[in-house]
């Protein structure tokens, strides 16, 4: 109980779900949207207020200035969260129109607009309420997660500053927060690193974790580093490698992995998820 407390401490995802809404967005986006994030797609009947005690029942006199958004179209479907490979369709679904009523609470005035999903979740996320105006340009794509991947080692420095654990194994790797696939992974990881020591985790935005051009990644999109101490890299390995391929074989992950282009190296297979290195 203990550690689960600290690594809820240290900003995990369990941490998330307690406060219930993403941090580093300018409207207060509750972490049930986290498929709209996810799929560049709310849906008609999604409300959106950019002051988070909006959510809570509203009592008395609405205070000036308290506005929401009220998704009328598309339609509500099953979303599918899209990958970082799926790069026409993250492109098409952030183009796509939507049509939202824009709303002032104390007044009741609504105005409705046309615009695309990437300027709405633009708005949510960057707080220009220019990005609601129809003829305003398409705001850009964000870049994918698997770019900070690419970019790990920049993160190395900022954990290094704020880790306890001195002596040991870490495990850097990239948390897409919006994604139930990559949460779900993360905290199998978590609990299987937790079983081997006194694990300890720290989450960093992408900013502090310094990886270049953070500004241009969704905030949802995260490094978490999960520490061991007192173990090395090869007691370290089996238990990924586990947590990874779900108890297949050796010969059978490393071949996983290379019909998705790696080599047979167990290493070079772990390096497609995080960065693994002892440390001390």
Same mark, same amino acid.
């Given at each position: 109980? *203990? ?30 949207? !986290? ?17 988070? !005690? ?43 129109? $939507? ?6 609470? *104390? ?37 994918? *997660? ?42 199998? $990881? ?18 502090? !974790? ?14 978490? *580093? ?29 071949? !996983? ?21 002892? $440390?001390?």
């Amino acid at each position: 109980m *203990a550690r689960d407390q600290e690594r809820r401490a240290e900003g995990s995802s369990r941490g998330l779900l307690e406060r219930g809404f993403f941090d580093g967005f300018a409207w207060s986006i509750p972490v049930a949207f !986290a498929p709209a994030i996810a799929a560049f797609r709310f849906e008609q009947g999604d409300v959106l207020y950019r002051d988070r !005690a909006a959510y809570d029942p509203l009592e008395g006199r609405i205070p000036r200035g308290l506005r929401a958004i009220q998704v009328l179209h598309p339609a509500r479907t099953g979303r599918s969260a899209l990958s970082d490979s799926d790069g026409d369709r993250r492109l098409s679904s952030w183009q796509s129109e $939507i049509n939202v009523d824009l709303i002032d609470l *104390a007044s009741g005035r609504h105005d409705s607009r046309v615009i695309s999903q990437g300027q709405l979740l633009t708005t949510l996320w960057r707080g220009d309420e220019g990005w609601l105006e129809p003829g305003r340009g398409e705001p850009p794509l964000p870049l994918p *997660a698997r770019v900070v991947h690419q970019r790990l080692e920049q993160a190395r420095a900022a954990f290094d500053a704020r880790q306890r654990t001195k002596r040991g194994v870490r495990f850097l790797f990239v948390v897409d927060l919006a994604s139930d696939a990559s949460r779900i992974k993360a905290r199998n $990881i978590e609990d299987a690193l937790g079983e081997a020591g006194d694990l300890e985790s720290i989450e960093l935005p992408l900013d502090e !974790a310094g990886i270049e051009e953070a500004e241009h990644f969704l905030p949802t999109v995260v490094v978490r *580093a999960l520490l061991v101490p007192g173990r090395t890299s090869g007691e370290i390995l089996p238990i990924l490698r586990m947590s990874l391929y779900g108890g297949r074989s050796d010969e059978e992950a490393t071949s !996983a992995d290379s019909e998705e282009g790696s080599t047979v190296s167990d290493r070079f297979s772990i390096g497609r998820h995080g960065l693994l290195e002892e $440390i001390g």
